[in-house]
């Protein structure tokens, strides 16, 4: 029997909307790792006030993209600047339609002259091997995909653990007995413990300073049990999956736009090779802002963003249209609700702490004006006392202190009007800077 692909879902449902719309979705949190540890709070304030470990071994999908072809494929379907990428180097790797939407990012790592590693949610790596496969590039694939869906289960090939915090490089020191070699945000270095070879990446998140250890599963166990014995007398705290989903609303990445695939002609050949049993036919959609068409989900890196890593100095898939979009005034702007706290606990707590709060529904963002914009990730943040939303808004609305409020439930989908009156609460919120965090949003990549 012949595997589904998204085109067969899409014909199915009805349409891409009818297929995707999930009312009340239960929102993504990472496979394998515990929910809580010593609970969402504490491993929240171990980022912004200790030490904290974070497990990324499981969630991550690895496409391994080698050979002469591999930097001309990535060059000629994503926007970043190739000239310079140095091995050692990563880059958040974005590619667009033809139309200027994004299909979805992806981490990418330069491992040799001719070898990269994509990781990151599936959608990016899915678009790059088929135009490989399609455009005859000479490259070989190797994938590892998330312990949720790897066939056979089994082990991943890489560990992945994040040491966070202002007591991260305190704990790194100790552990390896010196300090790791002064690296520039987003490059790695390589590290032994112990006779063990893996790499060291400089990677920080809501602002605080750390590293991202990646080496070979054979050594995972080996290094986690450092990590912990080390961290013992430091109060290092071990991060679950509640707690992980968060940092995100604080550092400004959107962890799930749409991506543009679902209604060009001309890539009815892309969504018949796709499986309907991926992220793009199983990301849900929900929230209170609906629409029958899927295009009015679709973002323009430029919204998310992005617009620095835009390279025009080499040709790539979707140039002219993100040329044509540069000075684009109607594109929305990329904010951070903050949430008033009362409202939260009348909406979401019933006059209580509503505690732990974590969606990626699209809700309306609305002013006396109307429909002004679109939440994509909600989450409570204890250290701040309410929920953040990163939300794109339009620019009218973008200043700081613009005071707005969040249509908070789940729209039915077709067959309703999509602005029809639900009689939905409204929570206020004040638009404020994205990333949310000053660190986060002024020095992450000054030594890029």
């Given amino acids: ?17 009818d297929l995707l719309w999930k009312p009340g979705a239960e929102p993504w949190t990472p496979e394998v790792v515990a929910r809580e540890y010593t609970g969402w709070r504490q491993e929240q304030a171990a980022w912004h006030e200790g030490v904290a470990l974070l497990n990324l071994s499981h969630h991550m999908y690895d496409l391994w993209i080698e050979g002469p072809g591999a930097t001309r494929l990535l060059a000629d379907h994503g926007v970043n600047n190739f000239e310079k990428f140095a091995v050692g180097q990563a880059k958040q790797y974005v590619p667009v339609t033809r139309h200027g939407h994004i299909v979805t990012d992806g981490i990418l790592a330069r491992e040799a002259e001719n070898a990269y590693l994509l990781s990151g949610i599936p959608a990016a790596q899915h678009w790059v091997q088929y135009h490989a496969e399609k455009g005859g590039y000479d490259v070989a694939f190797e994938t590892d995909a998330s312990s949720a869906f790897r066939p056979g289960g089994g082990d991943p090939k890489l560990f992945r653990y994040q040491i966070q915090g202002p007591g991260a490089l305190q704990l790194i020191e100790k552990v390896f007995g010196a300090p790791i070699p002064e690296t520039k945000f987003f490059h790695a ?9 893996f790499k060291a990446l400089r990677h920080g998140m809501a602002g605080q300073a750390g590293y991202e250890f990646i080496g070979p599963w054979e050594h995972a166990a080996f290094v986690h049990d450092a990590f912990l014995r080390a961290g013992e007398p430091l109060g290092l705290i071990q991060v679950g999956a509640l707690a992980y989903a968060t940092p995100s609303v604080e550092s400004g990445w959107i962890p799930s736009p749409v991506p543009g695939i679902y209604t060009d002609p001309e890539l009815a050949e892309y969504r018949k090779w796709l499986p309907l049993f991926g992220i793009e036919g199983k990301r849900p959609l929900n929230g209170s802002y609906f629409s029958g068409n899927i295009e009015d989900f679709y973002v323009s890196p430029y919204e998310l963003g992005y617009g620095k890593m835009i390279h025009f100095g080499h040709d790539f898939h979707g140039r002219d249209a993100l040329l044509k979009a540069k000075d684009d005034e109607s594109l929305r702007k990329k904010v951070t609700l903050v949430f008033d706290p009362d409202d939260v606990r009348r909406v979401l707590g019933g006059g209580a702490d509503p505690g732990f709060v974590l969606s990626y529904a699209r809700h309306r963002v609305e002013t006396s004006a109307g429909l002004v914009g679109v939440t994509m990730q909600t989450a409570s943040i204890d250290p701040v006392g309410t929920l953040l939303s990163q939300t794109l808004i339009d620019a009218a609305h973008a200043a700081p202190g613009t005071e707005v409020v969040v249509v908070w439930g789940e729209h039915p989908g077709t067959g309703t009007d999509p602005g029809a009156d639900l009689g939905f609460p409204r929570l206020r919120a004040t638009v404020q800077p994205s990333p949310y965090d000053r660190h986060a949003r002024t020095e992450y990549r000054r030594n890029a």
Wanted: no cysteine.
């Fill in 1 to 17: 029997m012949a595997i589904p692909s998204l085109q067969d879902g899409i014909d199915k449902a009805g349409s891409p909307i």
């Fill in 189 to 197: 270095t390589p590290v032994t413990l112990d006779g063990r070879a």
